[in-house]
């Protein structure tokens, strides 16, 4: 089942082009990591994908009205920002918020979904804590568990994992990854290509304005597109355990 379809899809600032000619399609079931180097239009793709940003061509997103968008798609920014002094429950119910009338109080449903995400970014001893006062990794999982308690078709994070530690980083890449297989797509760019090896079903490369590569991680992740588009070297290998993904010096 298709989630997400863009065709002809690009994206500009002003006069610069960001993104054209952007063919994709992510469907239920999917961990995608959109990955690419620094300013290749990673952030630029997800946005306009969700009408945030100007974009031409087609995105099925975009036909949507924005409460019907706000209920089938989730998303979740790089910049991580606790502007009210809530506690941390009350952050991860604001998730619910496109599933609300207005003035509707919470439902049982409301409330068993803020506490799946509680518990998927193990927040379960912080919910009676001031957001603003957490460390800025336990801000992060709290935002994190905002985006998880929406629960919607498609979840869509900006380097979900910058700032968290090693743990953390794979319980959150999991917590996609259990979404993917209950059924839902997410898609989620990554700089940390060990993490996206290891954990994505996919990986689509943005680069020089379009999608340089698109495919298992096995396949994606060759000598040649990590010279030539990362510039660098690594070691790459299906193991028992998984996939492994080191990188190992930078081309010259």
Do not use: Y
């Amino acid at each position: 089942m298709s989630i997400l379809t863009l065709t002809g899809f690009g994206v500009k600032r002003g006069v610069c082009e960001i993104l054209r000619g952007v063919n994709l399609s992510v469907t239920a079931g999917e961990l995608v990591g959109v990955i690419g180097p620094n300013g290749a239009g990673k952030t630029s793709l997800m946005r306009g994908a969700l009408g945030l940003i100007d974009s031409v061509g087609a995105c099925s997103l975009l036909d949507m009205t924005p409460q019907a968008r706000a209920q089938f798609a989730t998303w979740m920014p790089q910049a991580r920002e606790i502007a009210w002094p809530v506690d941390v429950h009350r952050l991860v119910m604001l998730g619910r918020t496109p599933h609300l009338g207005t003035g509707q109080r919470a439902t049982a449903d409301d409330h068993a979904a803020v506490e799946r995400a509680i518990q998927r970014m193990d927040l379960d001893g912080f919910r009676t804590r001031d957001a603003t006062r957490l460390s800025g990794g336990e801000q992060a999982r709290a935002l994190i568990a905002r985006a998880l308690a929406q629960e919607t078709p498609l979840l869509m994070a900006d380097e979900p994992t910058a700032g968290l530690d090693p743990a953390h980083q794979i319980a959150t890449m999991r917590a996609f990854r259990s979404l993917a297989d209950e059924g839902r797509c997410v898609l989620v760019s990554l700089h940390d290509l060990g993490l996206a090896a290891r954990h994505c079903t996919r990986l689509v490369v943005i680069d020089k304005g379009g999608v340089a590569a698109d495919g298992p991680p096995l396949d994606v992740l060759s000598a040649e597109l990590l010279r030539d588009t990362f510039g660098i070297t690594a070691f790459l290998q299906q193991t028992d355990n998984g996939v492994v993904f080191q990188p190992m010096d930078v081309v010259g």
